[in-house]
């Protein structure tokens, strides 16, 4: 039988993304003799590297407090505080640094590469693997992975797959099977093939031992279909406060309006902090937004009495005292129902009321969600009681580690789901080896 059959020291790779590059690349560098293979059931690499911070890539974040990093992680942050010791954002900077690839930090902490192109980031990955001799296969749909014990004397094997899951010690095998009917013995399996819900059903996960937490989106925008402030699209506000009436979920940060809804980060951030509730309630909702983060409608109401001092005789539709911008403050004026000759002493109590509200809490229904780009996250996937944080071993199976989004971590954006890709792959590389 030949090696490709044997695969007495073989890695597969399952996944052709960030966290399964990784892995391959760092694994084939520091195993001399490992064979690796990384498989990806589509016929693109590095999709959603090349399509990430709108083709620039958003490699990771400058933060270097593990602490602080964690907090941006709705689901996972327990996990990452182990894995984030073994490698971290420096630790990203420095390897890219390493292959020629600088990278540069932006006002917000997101860090990019120079270049501003995330193909740079997909040909130093390339290139790595084709300088370690990673064996590249496309369109290899993985349908089932299953784990051979060894035979005995007698043509039995030491333990049936019946019988509870093998152990680190064992010294079995892997059969990777792929659509078509082919399949690849492997020592190891690191899988890496993304988002539980996008990646297909992994009941063969679950016969292995493993647990799944059921699949959310995250990071989505929210639709609000035939609502006025569409009209709007295109107007963003640096600082809003957003909240979902009857709960506890609340974000602050810069808002856009489009023409489906609203976008921006402090959707997004929602999005993900609220991903099972909102889907639990089916992506209908009600919106509640304070155009003026600082304010609450009591201490707005007791500030009034001043403005309209100051600004008595001058129109309110020209006159802005709140740095809103103009088409959005004339939105509100209109749907306070202030007349555009409407002076400042001269505002009725009744629409001044109203809009003091709209400036405070006004209310957007919401139904329905539209993707973020083709920047999709899912919350969801292998359950992390399941996974040692410090290799990416499975505790229920020898020899199979994990990497990136099919386990159930996913952050917000702004580098950080690619920060666990890379943390993860490079720990998954190591095959066990710890320190």
Same mark, same amino acid.
Request: glycine fraction near 10%; hydrophobic fraction near 40%.
């Given at each position: 039988?030949?090696?490709?059959?044997?695969?007495?020291?073989?890695?597969?790779?399952? *996944?052709?993304?960030?966290?399964?590059?990784?892995?391959?690349?760092?694994?084939?560098?520091?195993? =001399?003799?490992?064979?690796?293979?990384?498989?990806?059931?589509?016929?693109?690499?590095?999709?959603?590297?090349?399509?990430?911070?709108?083709?620039?890539?958003?490699?990771?974040?400058?933060?270097?407090?593990? =602490?602080?990093?964690?907090?941006?992680?709705?689901?996972?942050?327990?996990?990452?505080k182990?894995?984030?010791?073994?490698?971290?954002?420096?630790?990203?900077?420095?390897?890219?640094?390493?292959?020629?690839?600088?990278?540069?930090?932006?006002?917000?902490?997101?860090?990019?590469?120079?270049?501003?192109?995330?193909?740079?980031?997909?040909?130093?990955?390339?290139?790595?693997?084709?300088?370690?001799?990673?064996?590249?296969?496309?369109?290899?749909?993985?349908?089932?992975?299953?784990?051979?014990? =060894?035979?005995?004397?007698?043509?039995?094997?030491?333990?049936?797959?019946?019988?509870?899951?093998?152990?680190?010690?064992?010294?079995?095998?892997?059969?990777?099977?792929?659509?078509?009917?082919?399949?690849?013995?492997?020592?190891?399996?690191?899988?890496?093939?993304?988002?539980?819900?996008?990646?297909?059903?992994?009941?063969?996960?679950?016969?292995? *031992?493993?647990?799944?937490?059921?699949?959310?989106?995250?990071?989505?925008?929210?639709?609000?279909?035939q609502n006025?402030?569409?009209?709007?699209?295109?107007?963003?506000?640096?600082?809003?406060?957003?909240?979902?009436?009857?709960?506890?979920?609340?974000?602050?940060g810069p808002?856009?309006?489009?023409?489906?809804?609203?976008?921006g980060?402090?959707?997004?951030?929602?999005?993900?902090?609220?991903?099972?509730?909102?889907?639990?309630?089916?992506?209908?909702?009600?919106?509640?937004?304070?155009?003026?983060?600082?304010?609450?409608?009591?201490?707005?109401?007791?500030?009034?009495?001043?403005?309209?001092?100051?600004?008595?005789?001058?129109?309110?539709?020209?006159?802005?005292?709140?740095?809103?911008?103009?088409?959005l403050?004339?939105?509100?004026?209109?749907?306070?129902?202030?007349?555009?000759?409407?002076?400042?002493?001269?505002?009725?109590?009744?629409?001044?009321?109203k809009?003091?509200?709209?400036l405070?809490?006004m209310?957007?229904?919401?139904?329905?969600?539209?993707?973020f780009?083709?920047?999709?996250?899912?919350?969801?996937?292998?359950?992390?009681?399941?996974?040692?944080?410090?290799?990416?071993?499975?505790?229920?199976?020898?020899?199979?580690?994990?990497?990136?989004?099919?386990?159930?971590?996913?952050?917000?954006?702004?580098?950080?789901?690619?920060?666990?890709?890379?943390?993860?792959?490079?720990?998954?590389?190591?095959?066990?080896?710890?320190?």
């Amino acid at each position: 039988m030949d090696s490709w059959h044997q695969g007495t020291n073989r890695l597969v790779v399952i *996944g052709g993304g960030a966290a399964g590059f990784f892995c391959a690349v760092n694994a084939a560098r520091l195993h =001399p003799g490992l064979e690796v293979v990384l498989l990806e059931k589509t016929g693109k690499l590095l999709s959603k590297v090349k399509v990430s911070g709108g083709g620039r890539c958003n490699v990771t974040h400058a933060l270097d407090s593990i =602490p602080e990093m964690i907090k941006r992680y709705p689901r996972g942050g327990r996990f990452l505080k182990k894995s984030f010791t073994r490698f971290f954002t420096a630790d990203t900077v420095r390897w890219y640094a390493e292959r020629g690839v600088r990278l540069k930090t932006e006002e917000d902490g997101r860090m990019f590469p120079d270049t501003d192109s995330s193909q740079t980031i997909i040909d130093c990955l390339l290139r790595e693997a084709d300088h370690y001799g990673v064996q590249v296969l496309t369109h290899s749909d993985v349908e089932k992975v299953e784990y051979h014990m =060894p035979q005995t004397g007698h043509g039995q094997t030491e333990r049936s797959e019946q019988d509870r899951p093998p152990t680190a010690a064992s010294n079995g095998h892997w059969l990777v099977h792929m659509a078509g009917g082919r399949s690849l013995r492997a020592r190891y399996v690191c899988i890496a093939a993304g988002g539980y819900a996008q990646a297909g059903k992994y009941s063969w996960l679950q016969a292995l *031992g493993h647990h799944i937490e059921e699949p959310a989106p995250s990071l989505f925008t929210f639709n609000m279909p035939q609502n006025p402030v569409t009209a709007l699209m295109g107007v963003t506000v640096p600082r809003a406060q957003l909240k979902i009436a009857g709960s506890k979920l609340q974000e602050t940060g810069p808002l856009l309006i489009t023409h489906w809804g609203m976008s921006g980060p402090a959707v997004l951030r929602l999005s993900a902090w609220g991903a099972r509730y909102l889907q639990e309630q089916q992506y209908t909702f009600t919106l509640l937004v304070n155009w003026l983060p600082d304010h609450h409608e009591n201490s707005l109401r007791e500030a009034w009495a001043a403005l309209r001092l100051e600004m008595g005789g001058q129109m309110v539709h020209t006159r802005n005292p709140f740095g809103l911008p103009q088409r959005l403050w004339q939105f509100l004026l209109q749907q306070s129902g202030i007349h555009e000759n409407a002076r400042w002493a001269e505002l009725p109590a009744r629409e001044q009321n109203k809009l003091i509200r709209l400036l405070t809490a006004m209310e957007f229904p919401v139904k329905g969600k539209t993707t973020f780009k083709e920047e999709f996250v899912t919350c969801g996937g292998v359950q992390l009681a399941e996974i040692d944080p410090l290799t990416m071993c499975s505790r229920a199976a020898p020899n199979l580690y994990f990497a990136g989004e099919v386990m159930d971590v996913d952050g917000i954006t702004g580098g950080f789901n690619f920060q666990h890709a890379w943390t993860s792959g490079w720990i998954a590389a190591q095959l066990g080896r710890g320190g």
